[in-house]
């Protein structure tokens, strides 16, 4: 081979190796996605495309064929969920099976990306009332004479949600001293989260579902601020999704993969529940203190709970009128 | 054709000066390097290279930015005085509250576009081609009356720099309602600003219907406080005549708004302190800290103090007239009203989060260098500006006729 | 000779076993859990890791417990229910349950109980038993209805493999339902009502459902809460939150 024939032959596999280079697909796909409209704004045919692109990006990224859904709300249908703080037992399975099914960033040891979970199980304390504390009130001692003001009891945190546990980690739950309260997206019917957002990126959806289009939204994370249930979390980094347990089965609004920059939360696993199927977290918890239903069947299980248990909402004093219920038996 | 020329001779004269000139340019120089670097840092990991986390969302950007907008507004301070009470000594010099201004929004807008996580998308809120929710989102409000701030104060400055430039006269009919218009718009970008974090009805240090007055009590301290340092230094340096009386007035206004500060700082202590609701939380952990965590308390000590101070010093006549103590004054309230709206206000009210969690933010090394690049580049264009506009105020660039009849 | 080729047989198809099963193999190293996969209780709802149609295994499980987070086909491994004993009064072909029978550790219990039982097993008051430890600790003490139920309320004592209703009526240790709602009336209501309970598979109102029975996750010799403070068996929970970052701990949280 000579020297011409040579050089010539590296330029045709570095031209070859240039268009098969997968950073080109990604970038082509990247630019066309970074111009795309609001989801809720596209025609048929830009949804589809929108789509497309983002099959071919995530199979690409992930050596996977992903599908990406577009299942509109379903009619007739007002989504809720009602959960049984009585029964749960903290053992955090909801949050993990969350996590894996919508393919949430994991931790990651290099630090390139943080851990997302969209559930927090907090745990409760059930009081610790001692003899001794009764007359350790204030004033103490001096002034008790003109009795005490405040009791020796006070800041005894029973049931102060403020106040639980975030990170505990026993050998087995529930524990004799503890009782658990977990706490996700409410998918309020007046969500602060929505009214803030300077791009609406965020809204709530037919079914009652609030969503987030993660290509439209612009990170400044107004609604992390605004949310009363600290239900929402930001992709620091780039997400760190293990290749082998990439849930390939997503919604455009829901649980496909997101990117650097944007936000996300629990969306009642739009990719199951509007084909039919119970959310993740609803079929992991062991004890089946989740129940989820259509609010407007009265037969459904959501709204039988509402029925006959004693329900409640959880910072009721703020309005947002929560589609999650927590309830007694 | 004299509007060209303006500008060139504007910006000649703005980048040619001494030694001095040169080192500080170089020395914002320096970290605007940083910043370089920085920025380059969080666009392509992520906002991961910073410090913040899902509990603490909001930090030092957000902090900056809120401090800026309240310098920003308090040019309202230099102008109101001149045009309102057309109070001379300042009304020669109301164009440099208008350059604060001007920086002052340039540099929030660099703080807000390193607070996103995604600026790439800032088309997004273009109206038109992207989706702008107003009114219903109070940052779309934030977004106008900044954007609106920032033409006005330009075109204010510069229509009074180039008519200074070209001898022309001011045409008031122009002109007046611009700084009526300027001097109410003031008031509304950090009111704005205000509501964007009190509207947050899950943030009960936030939630207070005190914070946009007591936002702009404390910009008009901590305003004038830049201002007057920029005037000393200005007159240090420059021909530039800038008069005692116009710095004395500031320094009324400083001490004045400083007060009203400590006032409103302490309504508020006592206000939640007393009943000591779960919602004073934020500030027992700003004030004493919680559950062992500890970080912020210094930070509010340290700003008490230096306010307090700062107040009680200036509240003496003679003190307000040393210049040289005056200058450190102004020097520590800048620093004391940064310490108690930035890291006391915004910090402590993500802390803790809206579920009870107590976490502590530290700002990482690259988020610490764009901070410093921001307000670096933010003072360099300052000081072009100043640079330039003392030319044109003292005349020495002014439109020269024959000059212009020589250009083709 | 005959037994010599019986060998290589079983030698080649051990060895070959991995490549005709290589999507089992491939799932499971997929699902990396190295415990026992399980549903509710570990050790009493166990299951395996197999491929579905789809290719997908049938379960993904938690790698640092074992518990089964999601269901990939949520009817896999299932029967029809007995409607009639969960109180239905139609009988929609949405119910499905899991047999218990593969779970239970000694079943079929005709494997040693083949005889009817002597006099003295009759006895209906507590009194002490030699077998059976493992189930029931203390019989004295049965951790079931304060020593006025005994295994016999429940056992049939006729035919091991069943349970038997207070009327009689032989239940199926797959579908025990009936027999606990013959006292807990109140559950039962909310178990049909789908509001006691646990369900997997379609939400609406007629939807395909596996419902869970009584057992799987309740241990009917050990129902009285003890030292557990709830109905449940004790379980493993899954890792916490990793810390926030800047958080080198989380000692505050209990100060």
Request: with cysteine.
């Amino acid at each position: 081979m000579d020297r011409r024939e040579f050089m010539k032959s590296i330029g045709i596999t570095g031209a070859a190796a240039l268009l098969s280079n997968p950073d080109e697909l990604e970038a082509k796909t990247t630019w066309a996605e970074h111009f795309q409209k609001a989801f809720r704004l596209m025609t048929d045919d830009e949804k589809d495309q929108a789509i497309k692109r983002l099959e071919e990006r995530y199979s690409e990224e992930h050596g996977r064929e992903v599908k990406v859904g577009k299942e509109p709300a379903m009619d007739g249908v007002l989504f809720g969920q009602a959960l049984n703080i009585q029964k749960c037992i903290g053992c955090r399975r909801c949050v993990h099976s969350c996590v894996k099914e919508n393919n949430q960033s994991r931790h990651d040891p290099q630090g390139n990306a943080t851990e997302i979970e969209w559930i927090r199980v907090v745990k409760m304390e059930k009081g610790n009332f001692s003899a001794e504390d009764r007359d350790h009130g204030h004033p103490f001692k001096k002034g008790e004479e003109y009795g005490i003001s405040e009791g020796g009891h006070a800041h005894n945190n029973v049931g102060v949600v403020l106040e639980g546990e975030h990170y505990y980690e026993p050998k087995k739950v529930p524990e004799k001293d503890s009782f658990y309260f977990p706490i996700q997206c409410h998918q309020c019917e007046n969500p602060p989260c929505v009214k803030v957002c300077p791009v609406k990126a965020t809204y709530r959806e037919a079914d009652g579902v609030v969503v987030i289009d993660y290509n439209w939204c612009i990170g400044c994370r107004m609604c992390m601020g605004a949310c009363p249930y600290w239900a929402r979390r930001f992709n620091w980094g780039e997400p760190n999704i293990p290749k082998d347990d990439l849930n390939t089965d997503t919604h455009y609004l829901g649980n496909r993969p997101r990117m650097k920059g944007v936000v996300e939360k629990c969306h009642f696993c739009l990719q199951r529940t509007r084909k039919g199927r119970y959310p993740a977290c609803v079929e992991a918890c062991p004890v089946g203190a989740r129940k989820f239903g259509n609010l407007l069947d009265p037969e459904s299980e959501v709204r039988k709970v509402l029925e006959r248990k004693r329900v409640f909402r959880l910072k009721a004093d703020l309005n947002t009128f929560p589609k999650f219920f927590y309830y007694m038996d | 054709m004299k509007k060209i020329m303006f500008a060139r001779d504007f910006l000649m004269y703005s980048v040619k000066g001494g030694v001095k000139f040169y080192v500080w340019l170089l020395f914002l120089g320096f970290f605007i390097m940083l910043w370089g670097f920085g920025n380059f840092q969080q666009l392509t990991k992520g906002m991961i290279v910073t410090g913040l986390n899902d509990q603490t969302t909001w930090g030092l950007y957000v902090a900056n930015f809120v401090f800026l907008v309240g310098v920003a507004a308090s040019a309202v301070t230099v102008v109101f005085p001149s045009y309102i009470y057309n109070y001379k000594p300042l009304k020669d010099v109301a164009v440099i509250g208008e350059l604060v201004a001007i920086a002052a929004i340039i540099m929030s807008t660099l703080f807000i576009t390193n607070h996103i996580g995604r600026p790439d998308r800032a088309w997004h809120f273009s109206p038109g081609i992207g989706i702008f929710n107003w009114p219903d989102a109070i940052l779309t409000w934030d977004m106008i009356v900044l954007n609106v701030y920032l033409v006005l104060n330009f075109i204010c400055a510069f229509y009074f720099l180039y008519k200074k430039y070209s001898r022309g006269k001011i045409n008031k009919w122009f002109y007046m309602p611009l700084i009526y218009i300027s001097i109410f718009w003031a008031v509304s970008i950090h009111t704005v600003t205000a509501f964007m974090l009190n509207t947050m009805a899950t943030r009960p240090m936030w939630f207070h219907s005190i914070v946009p007055i007591k936002f702009i009590a404390s910009a008009f301290a901590a305003g004038p406080a830049f201002i007057i340092l920029a005037f000393i230094i200005i007159r240090k340096n420059t021909k530039l005549i800038i008069s005692d009386a116009a710095i004395n007035k500031m320094s009324e206004i400083m001490t004045y708004a400083l007060g009203i500060t400590l006032f409103l700082s302490f309504s508020e202590i006592v206000t939640e302190l007393y009943p000591g609701t779960e919602h004073s939380y934020s500030l027992k952990y700003l004030m004493f800290g919680m559950h062992g965590l500890t970080q912020l308390v210094p930070w509010f000590w340290a700003s008490v103090i230096i306010n307090v101070t700062a107040f009680i010093v200036l509240l003496i006549p003679a003190a307000r007239k040393n210049y040289a103590l005056l200058f450190y004054l102004s020097a520590l309230i800048f620093a004391g009203i940064w310490i108690e709206k930035g890291i006391g206000f915004i910090l402590s009210g993500m802390v803790p989060t809206p579920i009870g969690e107590f976490v502590e933010y530290t700002p990482s090394i690259i988020e610490i260098f764009n901070c410093l690049g921001n307000w670096a580049i933010g003072l360099f264009i300052f000081t072009l500006l100043v640079k330039g506009a003392a030319g044109v105020l003292t005349g020495e660039i002014k439109h020269d006729a024959l000059n212009v009849s020589n250009q083709p | 000779m005959n037994c010599m080729k019986k060998i290589f047989i079983i030698i080649v198809l051990t060895a070959l076993s991995p490549a005709v099963i290589p999507s089992s193999a491939v799932l499971a190293d997929e699902n990396k859990s190295t415990k026992e996969c399980y549903e509710s209780i570990e050790g009493r709802t166990n299951r395996d890791i197999e491929p579905l149609k789809s290719g997908e295994p049938n379960i993904k499980c938690s790698t640092a417990t074992g518990a089964v987070l999601l269901w990939g086909d949520p009817f896999d491994g299932t029967i029809p229910g007995d409607t009639a004993s969960f109180g239905l009064e139609a009988a929609p072909e949405s119910v499905f349950v899991r047999p218990r029978e593969k779970n239970l550790k000694y079943f079929p219990c005709t494997m040693c109980h083949e005889e009817e039982p002597g006099q003295d097993l009759q006895i209906m008051e507590p009194h002490p038993i030699t077998m059976h430890e493992d189930i029931v600790k203390n019989p004295m003490d049965l951790q079931h209805g304060k020593g006025s139920i005994w295994c016999f309320d429940c056992h049939n004592v006729k035919n091991r493999d069943k349970l038997i209703d207070r009327k009689g009526k032989e239940i199926s240790f797959n579908q025990p339902v009936k027999l606990c709602g013959g006292c807990h009336a109140g559950i039962l209501r909310d178990f049909r009502d789908g509001i006691h309970g646990k369900r997997i598979g379609m939400w609406s109102r007629d939807g395909k459902k596996r419902w869970w029975v009584c057992t799987e996750c309740h241990n009917p010799h050990d129902v009285e809460q003890g030292d557990r403070n709830s109905g449940f068996a004790e379980l493993s929970p899954e890792p916490a939150p990793h810390l926030p970052k800047g958080m080198t701990n989380a000692e505050h949280e209990r100060k």
